[in-house]
T-cell receptor
Framework: DAKTTQPNSMESNEEEPVHLPCNHS???????IHWYRQLPSQGPEYVIH???SNVNNRMASLAIAEDRKSSTLILHRATLRDAAVYYC???????????FGKGTRLSVIA | EAQVTQNPRYLITVTGKKLTVTCSQN?????MSWYRQDPGLGLRQIYY???????DKGDVPEGYKVSRKEKRNFPLILESPSPNQTSLYFC??????????????FGPGTRLTVL
């Protein structure tokens, strides 16, 4: 499994953009990069995924470095509801489960 | 609404008393799995199922059983619970795990306390 490194915690003001970094220097060429988040007292939920190109969806944007050794999840305007633990997960091919690391705990200040 | 449901959401039991946590999904997903989440250890997979009648061990299967008789249901069985199985349990499903772009959908969690 590709190892990931994320900051333990980050803080943002409400309605400000947030950039959540993830290093995954051992990622293989065919691994996708998935991001999930876990809101307090809830199960993890999918946020976004990508392979090489930057990706956008209604929740967030994902910027992937050209060498694919790092990526950044971008929340364009943080809200209080975005306070959660964010997990960056390279996915292996085959039948392997998602491997959740410790993630980044994002706090949003009103 | 597409969802994964788990029951019960909270359970307090005593050592040795068999229990079952149910998991059901309404998305016709082939793949289902169980995770447990413990402070400092993150989410760890217990068992998974690629399809009906196909189950396999995850990283921490000891003390647990599962069955997959129907596509939508994947119950987690603790035949003789012990205090070290006190944890937060999540069921998850996805269309199929072989596609690396598949999204996993998680249930709301079951908080189990074994006294």
């Amino acid at each position: 499994d590709a190892k990931t490194t994320q900051p333990n915690s980050m803080e943002s003001n409400e309605e400000e953009p947030v950039h959540l970094p993830c290093n995954h220097s051992t990622i293989s060429g065919t691994d996708y990069i998935h991001w999930y988040r876990q809101l307090p007292s809830q199960g993890p939920e999918y946020v976004i995924h990508g392979l090489t190109s930057n990706v956008n969806n209604r929740m967030a944007s994902l910027a992937i470095a050209e060498d694919r050794k790092s990526s950044t999840l971008i929340l364009h305007r943080a809200t209080l509801r975005d306070a959660a633990v964010y997990y960056c997960i390279p996915t292996n091919s085959g039948n392997t489960p998602l491997v959740f690391g410790k993630g980044t705990r994002l706090s949003v200040i009103a | 609404e597409a969802q994964v449901t788990q029951n019960p959401r909270y359970l307090i039991t005593v050592t040795g008393k068999k229990l079952t946590v149910t998991c059901s999904q309404n998305m016709n997903h082939e793949y289902m799995s169980w995770y447990r989440q413990d402070p400092g250890l993150g989410l760890r997979q217990i068992y998974y199922s690629m399809n009906v009648e196909v189950t396999d061990k995850g990283d921490v299967p000891e003390g647990y059983k599962v069955s997959r008789k129907e596509k939508r249901n994947f119950p987690l069985i603790l035949e003789s619970p012990s205090p070290n199985q006190t944890s937060l349990y999540f069921c998850a499903s996805s269309f199929q795990i072989r596609a690396r772009t598949d999204t996993q959908y998680f249930g709301p969690g079951t908080r189990l306390t074994v006294l």
